[in-house]
């Protein structure tokens, strides 16, 4: 059996950043959270996927506000920056689909 990391969301396009060779977007997703007086208060937490390859194709033609479903694998990272060794997650999608567009049309 192999092991593996994965994730799937579902939310809207809160942002677009278009880089040379990989496209991040930030999806909006809402959430629910019970406070100290025990009532429950809904929040949006934002989530940075990372779309590499045929997908950057895809989410450079995606529009803030399309509501979509994400899902991909869970991939950590590692680099140098001033001499020190920095570790992070990277978010890399394997599968998109819109399930909302929000494109005028016209």
């Known amino acids: 059996m192999q092991n593996i990391a994965k994730f799937e969301i579902r939310g809207n396009i809160a942002k677009i950043n278009t880089r040379e060779n990989v496209t991040f977007l930030d999806i909006a997703v809402n959430s629910s959270r019970k406070h100290e007086n025990g009532d429950y ?6 989530i940075s996927v990372t779309c590499f390859a045929s ?10 506000g399309d509501f979509v479903q994400i899902e991909g694998r869970i991939r950590p990272t590692q680099f140098e920056r001033d001499g020190e060794t920095e570790y992070g997650t990277t978010l890399a999608v394997n599968a998109r689909a819109v399930l909302r567009s929000n494109r005028k049309e016209g």
């Open 41 to 46: 208060q809904d929040e949006v937490e934002f």
């Open 55 to 64: 997908h950057k194709g895809w989410a450079d033609k995606r529009t803030v």
